[in-house]
Nanobody
């Protein structure tokens, strides 16, 4: 059973930064497309961004463009979500998800939840002054 583990959540200040990490102990993420999703209180889960496993190009959602950046450590495969210029509306539970290894997608990484096979339990991010 593959389990993803998110870390790095917590309380952030408006305009501040947080960095989330996603690992897969015993599995590794170097050969998988990885996505970040979030769910705000009372709302449906939404996509934040994703990174492909071929050239590490990413596809951010509109809400993430210019503020959030996804990256991958080439050695460990750990995937990071750097969140800058935080806003209160960024508050929610953040999930990372991984596609089956070496699955290739038309646009490099899936922009839909069904494209991901493995999910983490989520980490809470709260943006408040």
């Amino acid at each position: 059973q593959v389990q993803l583990v998110e870390s790095g959540g917590g309380l952030g200040q408006p305009g501040g930064s947080l960095r989330l990490s996603c690992t897969a102990p015993g599995f590794g993420l170097r050969n998988s497309a990885v996505g970040w999703f979030r769910q705000a209180p009372g709302k449906e889960r939404e996509r934040v961004t994703c990174i492909n496993d071929m050239d590490d190009n990413s596809i951010p959602a509109e809400s993430a463009k210019g503020r959030f950046a996804i990256s991958r450590d080439g050695v460990t495969g750990t995937v990071f979500l750097q969140m800058d210029s935080l806003k209160p509306e960024d508050t929610g539970v953040y999930y990372c998800a991984a596609a089956a290894p070496e699955t290739h997608f038309v646009y490099g990484c899936p922009t839909y939840e069904a494209g991901y096979k493995y999910w983490g339990q989520g980490t809470q991010v709260t943006v408040s002054s």
